[in-house]
């Protein structure tokens, strides 16, 4: 009797092929946002000479810049070639529509615009470990330099608040704000965290603070949501300037912006600005312990090898870890959208 060879496993290069070009399919994408292509497709299917007419797009490659949107699942299609119709995906339809409250093509815009080109320097930064963006051209950190130029400093404001909007939705309805009254967002930005935890909770007076130059932004939308009465601004610098007083302290992809030595600064404000029984809620694509699930979480912290010089993203354990030397009595992860988690430390 011969014994039975045994096959070797089948394997097959498609995931590498997909991850490997995978940027082919970031660019299409990215460039319909920025030709407004979902946008314009909001009203109802149009044929290519009608997109072509609104975008500028050029003959050669119209079909197939159109189809491979197809392909790829953001645009539905009737027909062939001179007869076909385009229409919007669903999801498309929700997320990339601009004028929408659902909107983040904000993102999907400073990603083709900054991040782009900032990584293709991956290697670099992963040799040196120093940031590959704004800081190489002007010698100023992030923030400093968006703040120099006013466009910049919106379209970034615009993408966070699109990246954020169904997770800040989700904390707003999830988290249980009954026994608290008051919340302060540090590094609030355009206001949109206090905006919708103030409409979801009407017993609730918030307050949004940033930097002197974001305050403009942050009252607009404020005030174009009617709620000046429960939602307030506040301008000064985090790191210098003292917490202001509040029952929940929040911030939205923050932490992670920041060393190890500036994240536990920053909570101990938070610590001693929260009365006892107050909250630190910390929103981030917080890692899995086991650092191997959360695949957005870990290309984010490798974002913030590109965006800062000493930013890193975390897992729940680092952040009990901090939160109980610090001084907090408990921690909590509450699951909000996709790959966002808040993680919650109990005064």
């Not at 709620?227 to 210098?240: M, Q, R």
Request: charge should be negative.
């Amino acid at each position: 009797m011969t014994k039975e060879t045994k096959k070797p496993p089948r394997v097959d290069p498609s995931r590498i092929m997909q991850v490997g070009m995978g940027f082919w399919a970031s660019k299409i994408l990215l460039a319909a946002v920025d030709f407004d292509i979902f946008t314009l497709l909001a009203g109802g299917g149009k044929d290519a000479y009608e997109i072509k007419r609104a975008t500028g797009l050029h003959d050669r490659s119209l079909y197939d810049f159109l189809d491979a949107l197809v392909a790829l699942g953001f645009l539905k299609r009737t027909g062939l070639r001179d007869s076909a119709k385009y229409n919007n995906a669903d999801d498309v339809n929700t997320f990339l529509v601009e004028g929408k409250s659902t909107y983040i093509g904000g993102l999907m815009k400073m990603a083709n615009h900054r991040l782009y080109g900032f990584w293709g320097s991956l290697e670099e930064g992963l040799r040196t470990g120093m940031p590959q963006n704004e800081i190489k051209l002007t010698g100023y950190p992030l923030f400093e330099a968006l703040y120099q130029d006013h466009k910049v400093l919106e379209e970034f404001l615009n993408a966070m608040a699109g990246v954020q909007m169904a997770n800040f939705m989700a904390l707003a309805k999830q988290f249980d704000f009954t026994p608290y009254k008051t919340l302060c967002d540090m590094g609030g930005a355009s206001g949109l965290l206090s905006i919708l935890v103030a409409r979801e909770n009407p017993h609730m007076t918030c307050t949004s603070f940033d930097m002197l130059p974001v305050e403009p932004l942050a009252r607009k939308n404020i005030n174009a949501m009617n709620l000046n009465g429960s939602v307030k601004t506040k301008s000064g610098d985090f790191f210098k300037d003292q917490f202001p007083v509040a029952d929940v302290i929040t911030m939205g992809n923050i932490l992670h912006d920041w060393g190890l030595e500036d994240k536990m600064f920053l909570m101990r404000k938070a610590f001693d600005a929260l009365p006892e029984n107050g909250a630190f809620i910390a929103i981030e694509n917080v890692i899995d312990n086991e650092r191997k699930e959360n695949t957005f979480g870990l290309m984010m912290s490798l974002n913030m090898l590109i965006e800062t010089t000493e930013g890193f993203d975390y897992t729940m354990s680092d952040f009990t870890r901090w939160a109980k030397e610090i001084g907090f009595r408990k921690t909590e992860l509450l699951p909000l959208a996709g790959p966002t988690s808040a993680a919650i430390a109990f005064k």
